[in-house]
């Protein structure tokens, strides 16, 4: 049996065409999307597994992508812990109790993982009613991002009481970590029991640190995840604003190394090595451009991959919400027509 294009990359197998798709691709850009919003809240959809289910299917068939990604929210393992999740209109995420302090981090509860239950209830519909044929990616913040929130309360632009933490107090930060790691890990093999195909780690704000703290605070948390992950399902390891850290999160594990547009291509794809496969790197802006810009920025990145095996094209980062639907098809038929000649 020959295996779906976006599984044979993840593996660095030869593919027929360049398999793509688009972190959030079921999104507010989307009217489908926005429709069912009208009757759901947003945690109200994650919670709703025949809801996030159907717009899972909906955006992948929509867009003609080669993997579906179950929707659901990197922030929802956290409101298990008793933080006090909420998702504001307007504001973006809100921690209403973060973590500040190491008695913080002891007061965090264990994240059990029937409180989940309701993402692998997504996955495992999403995963009836895809087309046999269509790989489900299941996904997950990772550590350090999701450590972020926690001791942020929302998102930054310093990350200041992060890495206060981080420098000040390295026990806590390490308990923090490891409690993150493992709450992870427990989380995303149980989205692969219930039919994920491939794993996503979110380490979306990483960018952020200095490559000697990466290594030192974050690397080793990152290998006993990734280790941890049941064996055989593809894990793909994502940042933004990475380009100073593209070794040290290649040694941080993941058979997928996912790239931004600030970097080039070929570039990051020397540094990470051809050993190992790499997901991008459009900038998601460049959506908004005419389509034969979009087609052009296309040819570009593939022509970067050169045809090396183990390319998966995707943004650098998610697709944002004033982004016309018909760009974002053009960009999906580009790939295929332009990698398949
Ligand atoms: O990619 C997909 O289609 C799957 C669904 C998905 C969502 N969030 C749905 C969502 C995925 C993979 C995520 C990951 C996520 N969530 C990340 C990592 C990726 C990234 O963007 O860096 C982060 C940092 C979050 C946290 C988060 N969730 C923020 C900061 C926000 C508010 C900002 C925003 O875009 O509204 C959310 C809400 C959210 N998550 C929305 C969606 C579709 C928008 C909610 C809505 O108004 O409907």
């Not at 960018?207 to 703290?213: E, I, Y």
């Amino acid at each position: 049996m020959i295996p779906p294009p976006f599984l044979a990359a993840c593996r660095r197998e030869p593919v027929p065409y360049t398999p793509v798709w688009l972190m959030r691709q079921a999104g507010r850009y989307m009217p489908e999307y926005r429709a069912v919003r009208e009757r759901l809240g947003f945690l109200e959809l994650c919670k709703s597994p025949d809801a996030a289910a159907e717009v899972t299917v909906t955006a992948a068939l929509r867009l003609g992508v080669d993997a579906a990604i179950i929707f659901a929210d990197i922030l929802l393992v956290l409101e298990p812990m008793g933080v006090g999740l909420e998702f504001s209109r307007g504001d973006g995420p809100v921690i209403h109790r973060p973590v500040r302090s190491g008695a913080d981090v002891d007061r965090l509860l264990p994240v059990d993982p029937a409180a989940l239950a309701y993402v692998m209830e997504a996955v495992r519909r999403a995963r009836a009613a895809l087309p046999a044929h269509l790989p489900l990616i299941g996904f997950a913040g990772a550590p350090f991002t999701l450590a972020s929130y926690l001791i942020e309360g929302g998102g930054s632009r310093t990350y200041a009481r992060t890495k206060t933490i981080m420098l000040g107090d390295p026990g806590a930060w390490r308990a923090l970590m490891e409690r993150l790691s493992a709450s992870i890990a427990a989380y995303l093999n149980a989205q692969i029991a219930a039919g994920a195909d491939a794993v996503q780690l979110f380490d979306s704000w990483v960018g952020c640190l200095a490559p000697a703290d990466y290594r030192t605070h974050v690397l080793p948390h990152m290998r006993a995840l990734v280790d941890a992950i049941r064996p055989g399902t593809p894990v793909i390891h994502f940042g933004t604003g990475t380009a100073g850290l593209l070794e040290a999160m290649r040694a941080g594990g993941g058979d997928v190394i996912g790239v931004d547009w600030r970097i080039d291509l070929d570039v990051a794809w020397n540094r990470v090595g051809h050993d190992v496969a790499v997901q991008g790197n459009l900038d998601p802006t460049a959506l908004l451009a005419p389509v034969p810009e979009i087609r052009a920025r296309a040819a570009a990145i593939l022509g970067q991959a050169a045809g090396r095996p183990g390319h998966i094209f995707n943004l650098g980062h998610g697709i944002l919400p004033q982004t016309p639907v018909d760009h974002v098809r053009a960009l999906v038929d580009a790939v295929h027509e332009l990698s398949a000649a």
